[in-house]
């Protein structure tokens, strides 16, 4: 008898340490990207928090034809903040409290998710801390957003050496299969996904570029540049309908240049609008200048999409995270 007790014993404790080291189980998040749950008092939603914050994640997408928010928003309570809006992919969460912080954290309640919260022990306290991480506040969820992306890309990609473009520049994408080859030349590569939606259901569609370009031999005047570089790849490579109809950088609309990093290499990162010579079809491009300065050119990555009539916010976010997975052999 005292021996089965014993293996009885043994048993329950292996059944406990097994507990113990198992990883957390965690349910799917639900939200569509470039979409904010803030869980924030309605008294301090209709105060200058709330204008704060409209002001934070309603600020415009850099370069679309119309405007359009960072964020799509949905506001509730503390008190409302249940089971169902816990498994929200992005939350971020303002409060009164006994500290001043701005905290970041992921998959606490589901998962993908990432977490944000800021906590003051005055409104003023608050509205200070969300001015300082303004910047931060917006790139952690965009950031997120991203990474998930990439990551549902990586299961249906291009196999590693299909274009030889990439090849002869010697990178490497994660291209998901329904972007399919245009044009690949050696020297440009072009990529094209339908889109649905839209009045030109047929024709929309989001496009990825790959190129070189001879470096400048100075960086003033860098948006004048990159739309010169533009238009001189849009006449050999961009066609319109008819002859005299190609693509250029819409001329009423001066392109946003800013310096940033690609995989640690300097990089112009650029924010325009695209028109075609001649003709009525127009849209917004992203553009990656990166610096190859053994070969004194640049390796440049730009997305552009057409979709008249419907919000491009996602479909420029999503060729965004295509291109962000650029890696140099």
Not at 141 to 156: E, G, M, R, S, V
Not at 227 to 252: C, N, V
Not at 255 to 282: C, S
Not at 314 to 326: C, G, I, P, Y
Request: hydrophobic residues 40%; glycine residues 6%.
């Amino acid at each position: 008898m005292q021996k089965k007790y014993f293996i009885f014993g043994l048993l329950l404790f292996a059944l406990a340490c097994d507990t113990k080291n198992t990883a957390p189980v965690f349910i799917s998040s639900n939200g569509r990207i470039n979409h904010l749950l803030l869980v924030v008092e309605d008294q301090q939603w209709k105060s200058k928090i709330g204008d704060k914050l409209k002001e934070i994640v309603g600020a415009p997408v850099l370069g679309m034809p119309q405007e359009e928010a960072q964020f799509d928003v949905t506001q509730v309570p503390i008190s409302a903040f249940g089971k169902m809006f816990k498994a929200t992919r992005n939350v971020l969460h303002v409060a009164l409290g006994e500290e001043n912080s701005f905290t970041s954290n992921k998959n606490r309640y589901a998962k993908p998710q990432q977490i944000v919260k800021v906590t003051g022990t005055t409104e003023q306290a608050i509205l200070e801390i969300l001015e300082e991480y303004r910047s931060e506040l917006t790139r952690i969820f965009k950031n997120a957003d991203l990474a998930d992306i990439q990551k549902k890309h990586l299961k249906k990609s291009h196999p590693k050496g299909a274009f030889q473009t990439l090849n002869a520049l010697g990178l490497e994408m994660n291209i998901p299969t329904f972007f399919k080859t245009v044009d690949d030349t050696g020297d440009f590569l072009w990529l094209r996904q339908h889109l649905s939606g839209g009045l030109a259901q047929g024709d929309s569609n989001s496009n990825i570029l790959i190129y070189t370009a001879p470096m400048p031999t100075s960086n003033k005047k860098l948006g004048s540049y990159i739309s010169q570089m533009r238009d001189s790849i849009g006449r050999k490579h961009l066609p319109g309908r008819k002859e005299d109809m190609y693509m250029i950088t819409e001329k009423a609309f001066r392109p946003r240049v800013f310096q940033t990093k690609i995989k640690g290499r300097r990089t112009y990162q650029t924010h325009g609008k695209w028109e075609l010579l001649n003709d009525f079809m127009a849209g917004p491009f992203l553009n990656f200048a990166i610096e190859d300065p053994d070969n004194k050119r640049w390796i440049v990555l730009e997305a552009f999409v057409y979709a008249p009539s419907v919000d491009k916010r996602d479909f420029m976010f999503e060729v965004e995270a295509v291109l962000k997975t650029v890696q140099f052999k």
